[in-house]
């Protein structure tokens, strides 16, 4: 992942993941994808024990991550990926659809997640770099 950022419905940017946050795409040749996005400045807990951990911190640890895994299909004539999820952080989007706009171009990947799917009017853009094996 090279960026992460979103546009809220009144047209403000943010950076929840921010300027620089850590991710990885992968995606096997039958379709089967897992996805990580963390921000790298998430405070550790205090307790050392995640099963103690105070209610902010709980709060930080889940809003500066997002993580899924199912499938994805690829309609190059739509320019759309289709991900199928079926495991999730955030527990809504399991069992669901998504599709999302695409760019391919050099190696970089950038897609939009609908503000249908943050449920709050936000669209997040995922910039990635193809990184060949």
Request: proline residues 6%.
């Amino acid at each position: 992942m090279t960026s992460a950022y979103e546009i809220l419905a009144d047209g403000t940017r943010t950076t929840n993941y921010g300027e620089h946050p850590n991710g990885l795409l992968m995606v096997d040749k039958n379709g089967r994808y897992s996805l990580q996005i963390f921000r790298p400045d998430r405070p550790k807990f205090v307790a050392g024990d995640k099963t103690r951990g105070t209610p902010q911190e709980y709060r930080e640890a889940v809003l500066g991550s997002s993580t899924h895994t199912g499938r994805v299909v690829v309609d190059p004539v739509k320019s759309q990926l289709t991900f199928k999820i079926d495991s999730a952080s955030y527990p809504n989007w399991e069992g669901v659809q998504q599709v999302r706009d695409y760019t391919f171009k050099d190696g970089v990947l950038i897609y939009s997640v609908p503000a249908t799917a943050s449920g709050n009017g936000t669209v997040a853009y995922s910039i990635w770099q193809h990184q060949p094996q």
